[in-house]
């Protein structure tokens, strides 16, 4: 999201051809899934996920990028504060969902998920992005643990 920063501010929200219509809308999409995950690991039921993030498209709609980053830094704090709190992250749950049944699972395959999620839509990112004739970055992991380093010993 700070590589958007650096972009014409309308580009985030311009229209195009893809699986979301705008940037931001991925950028929601993104945001929505991880309370979702973060709430059932917190235990709620899916009824009450549902109501927690059903009133999110109408919450976010005017928000800025600022306020984009802002919060989604905020629930980034949010899942590891939750995830440090527990004993064991492999240990198994049970979920239930009404369509698609029971799902045994641990923390720590939930957290695999929500990064392996993020990373799709990165890279849908990027392409919208390249058909909005902006230049992407890479969404290898390995860049990110390049980056995050040197953040770290500088």
Not at 10 to 26: C, G
Not at 90 to 95: E, K, L, P, T
Request: charged share 20%; glycine share 4%; net charge negative.
């Amino acid at each position: 999201m700070h590589h958007l920063k650096e972009l014409p501010e309308p580009v985030w929200k311009q229209e195009v051809q893809s699986i979301f219509p705008t940037i931001e809308a991925v950028i929601r999409h993104v945001y929505q899934v991880d309370h979702v995950w973060l709430y059932t690991m917190e235990g709620r039921t899916f009824e009450e996920v549902v109501e927690a993030v059903s009133g999110m498209n109408e919450e976010t709609k005017d928000w800025t990028l600022d306020e984009w980053i802002s919060r989604h830094t905020a629930l980034s704090s949010q899942i590891l504060s939750f995830l440090e709190q527990q004993r064991d992250l492999h240990a198994i749950s049970s979920y239930r969902h009404p369509h698609f049944g029971e799902l045994r699972v641990s923390f720590a395959e939930i957290v695999q998920h929500i990064v392996n999620h993020g990373t799709y839509h990165r890279g849908n990112l990027t392409v919208m992005l390249r058909q909005l004739g902006c230049s992407g970055v890479s969404t290898d992991y390995i860049f990110y643990l390049y980056e995050r380093n040197q953040t770290h010993t500088a």
